[in-house]
């Protein structure tokens, strides 16, 4: 199951152990990059503008040829909680070494994302209590016919006790790296959001058999984030990934409204979703309000590949939303056709966040 988990999603991992040596993040880095992006965000010090999406593999971290281009401020790193603690209590930060060399020698910042759900270490699932739900093409449409891909269940105790024990691992590792923009939130999701898989029938009766709630989904992810908030580097943000996790859930809305009363400023919203191929919708009012009280940002709903985003239509809703950065994907940040939009992206995104210093 581990393999069939990282080859559908990311592929098969190779790396060779190194020793980096370590290139300081200046002040002069950080000023280079205010001056291409805006001034600092309120929080991390560091400027918002746009991300390339990069991982978890290896070679995902070596070569970064995007990060030489003006337009782009920084790098996101996603990497598999499975990668970085293989055996409970036994660490591995390579992959998350590799990720802070690359951004260090671009001097520019990086946002983290480490992924549970789907991307939980094996052992995990031989904790007590902690059951599985299963998926198939149904849910998920990357699967292949006839595979499935399993997640456990993440408002299970055990789950959660040994999410919050990494969050704490992972907070000692980074606790001093003034490189970082922010760190993304997850744990209580398939891959990266609020979204749970819950399309079929049979899955919907496997989260029915797990005790699935909206109350227990609300007050996991409220655990979550306060998790996230007592580790994580203070002068960092951390991000929410907004999506719908079961069908009639309002966790969107009830943990958003108590983020934004208990961590003011500290919990970001972003949704990853952004095509431009559809009317504004709900998520563009919520980032669009969300603005005048924290920072707020989008990912790009795939790649240029897939042929469901509208340039330049998506980039203008990011800038119309008030939005200070913008994950995208980096083989369209490598596509040579896609120059001028970023250009203008990294433009608009600089003006929303030169508006937002303003305002303070």
């Known amino acids: 199951m581990r393999q069939l988990k990282q080859s559908c999603l990311f592929g098969v991992l190779g790396l060779s152990v190194a020793v980096f040596p370590w290139i300081a993040w200046s002040k002069a880095g950080v000023a280079a990059a205010s001056k291409l992006q805006g001034k600092p965000d309120s929080i991390s010090g560091q400027p918002g503008g746009i ?70 270490p094996d052992w995990v699932y031989k904790l007590e209590g902690v059951g599985a739900v299963t998926f198939t093409k149904e849910d998920v449409s990357w699967v292949k016919p006839g595979d499935t891909i399993s997640m456990p269940v993440p408002w299970a105790e055990g789950y959660l006790k040994a999410w919050e024990s990494f969050l704490t691992g992972l907070g000692q590792k980074i606790h001093d790296w003034p490189e970082l923009y922010c760190v993304q939130m997850t744990g209580g999701g398939f891959i990266g959001e609020l979204h749970l898989p819950k399309t079929s029938e049979a899955t919907l009766k496997q989260w029915k058999e797990a005790g699935a709630s909206e109350e227990k989904v609300n007050a996991m992810w409220q655990r979550i984030i306060t998790a996230y908030d007592k580790n994580m580097p203070a002068q960092v943000g951390i991000s929410l990934n907004l999506a719908l996790p079961l069908p009639g859930y309002k966790t969107g809305t009830v943990v958003r409204e108590w983020a934004l009363s208990e ?24 980032l669009s309000e969300a603005s005048a009280a924290t920072t707020v940002g989008y990912q790009m709903g795939g790649t240029d590949k897939g042929g ?14 008030k939005c200070s950065y913008l994950e995208i994907f980096e083989v369209d940040i490598n596509d040579p056709k896609r120059k001028d939009d970023l250009v203008l992206l990294a433009k608009g995104l600089k003006e929303n966040n030169e508006s937002k210093a303003k305002q303070k």
């Open 51 to 120: 991300f390339s999406i990069r991982g978890p593999k290896a070679e995902d971290f070596t070569k970064v040829p995007e990060l030489k281009f003006p337009f782009v401020v920084g790098l996101s790193a996603r990497i598999a909680w499975s990668d970085l603690e293989p055996k409970q209590g036994q660490y591995d930060w390579r992959l998350l070494d590799q990720a802070r060399e690359t951004a260090a020698s671009h001097k520019k910042p990086l946002m983290l994302r480490v992924t549970a759900g789907m991307l939980s």
């Open 263 to 286: 961590y003011p400023g500290r919990v970001w919203f972003q949704q990853n979703g952004l095509t431009g191929g559809k009317e504004k919708g709900v998520y563009s009012k919520i």
């Open 308 to 321: 469901k985003i509208v340039w330049p239509k998506a980039f203008q809703q990011a800038i119309e939303d």
